[in-house]
């Protein structure tokens, strides 16, 4: 049973547009939403996260955006960069281990 | 550099062979955490320690999986009669408290033959 559901498993956006990458889940109990970008060859690392109790957190050009009552939440990647080109993958956590959603490979054309 | 550091980085053994890897994390941290990341999906969690305690297990870690956290610093994850389907990254990670955020290392890619 899968319980974080991400989409879509790939991307590919021009230089400067914006990439939106989607993840479901089903557990209730999940309060805390991560997510992470993973270059090829390295360990993930903790790009943006949100609490539920919010319905939108920016930082820079990345976006969280949460439904909470349609247990979505989605990544947008404004003004996308070349650099930006990575594995995606959403998360949520409800006691301290995270699960984990099969990521979304981006890539950002020049 | 005080990041959390995986040795071997890549380990390529032949089917039946034991392996074993360690995993040093940050300095100040006392939590742990070992995944199974395959391709194309997302890291599974194996185990986690608190200092020494081994606390939880995923029941993806079979009886030939062994992990130990000796002295509540580094920790090693053992695979005995290693099987093709073992191979994957194995990723380590560790954090300050329990509901802290986990800093994730670069991995060790296991290739079983």
């Known amino acids: 049973q899968q319980q974080v559901k991400q989409s879509p498993q790939s991307l590919i956006v021009q230089k400067g547009g914006i990439s939106i990458i989607n993840c479901a889940y089903e557990?209730?109990?999940?309060?805390?939403f991560p997510w992470y970008q993973q270059f090829p060859g390295k360990g993930p690392a903790l790009l943006i996260a949100?609490?539920?109790?919010?319905s939108e957190k920016k930082e820079g050009r990345f976006t969280i955006s949460f439904n909470k009552s349609a247990k979505q939440f989605s990544l947008h990647i404004m003004d996308s960069q070349p650099g930006d080109s990575a594995t995606y993958f959403c998360?949520?956590?409800?006691?301290?281990?995270?699960?984990f959603g099969r990521g979304t490979s981006l890539i950002v054309h020049p | 550099d005080t990041g959390v550091s995986q040795d071997p980085r890549h380990k390529i053994t032949k089917r039946g062979q034991n392996v074993t890897f360690r995993c040093d994390p940050i300095?100040?941290?006392?939590?742990l955490y070992w995944y199974r990341q395959t391709l194309g999906q997302g890291p599974e969690f194996l185990t986690y320690?608190?200092?020494?305690?081994?606390?939880?297990k995923s029941r993806l870690l079979s009886d030939r999986f062994s992990a130990e956290r000796p002295k509540g610093s580094f920790s090693t994850l053992e695979i005995q009669r290693t099987e093709q389907g073992d191979s994957a990254m194995y990723l380590c990670?560790?954090?300050?408290?329990?509901?802290?955020?986990?800093?994730f290392g670069p991995g060790t890619r296991l290739t079983v033959t």
């Open positions: 990670a560790s954090s300050s408290t329990s509901v802290g955020e986990q800093y």
């Open positions: 557990n209730t109990a999940f309060d805390y």
């Open positions: 949100i609490r539920p109790d919010v």
């Open positions: 998360a949520a956590r409800g006691s301290y281990i995270p699960t």
């Open positions: 300095s100040e941290h006392n939590r």
């Open positions: 320690f608190q200092n020494e305690a081994q606390l939880e």
